[in-house]
């Protein structure tokens, strides 16, 4: 089992700034890697960043890297992702997944960019 919640999307201008959450639960959340995907209406869910258990080594999708950054917390049990310099194109519902004997999902948080 594992629960997780997202929080904190918005609607924001280009070039601003969000930090999402996820709070996980039901699950040891220090011994597995943790992702954030983002999905659009009729586009396949998308990787946007991934990060290890212990917090050491983190990947990114290759357009995105060097505006989003992804943390976690492990005493909190949460993982963030920071996003800077938002495009219009950054509109998306975004999931926090973790993979245990399956995928997890949580119920995702909408970021709107927009002018």
């Known amino acids: 089992q594992a629960h997780l919640v997202e929080s904190g999307g918005g609607l924001v201008r280009p070039g601003g700034s969000l930090r999402l959450s996820c709070a996980a639960s039901?699950?040891?959340?220090?011994?597995?890697?943790m992702s954030w995907y983002r999905q659009t209406p009729g586009k396949e869910r998308e990787l946007v960043a991934s990060?290890?258990?212990?917090?050491?080594?983190?990947n990114y999708a290759h357009s995105l890297k060097g505006r989003f950054t992804i943390s976690r917390d492990n005493n909190r049990n949460t993982v963030s992702l920071e996003m800077n310099n938002l495009k219009l194109d950054d509109t998306a519902v975004y999931y926090c997944n973790v993979w245990k004997d399956r995928d997890y999902w949580g119920q995702g948080t909408q970021v709107t960019v927009s002018s």
């Open positions: 990060i290890s258990a212990s917090g050491n080594n983190k």
């Open positions: 039901e699950f040891a959340f220090d011994t597995y890697p």
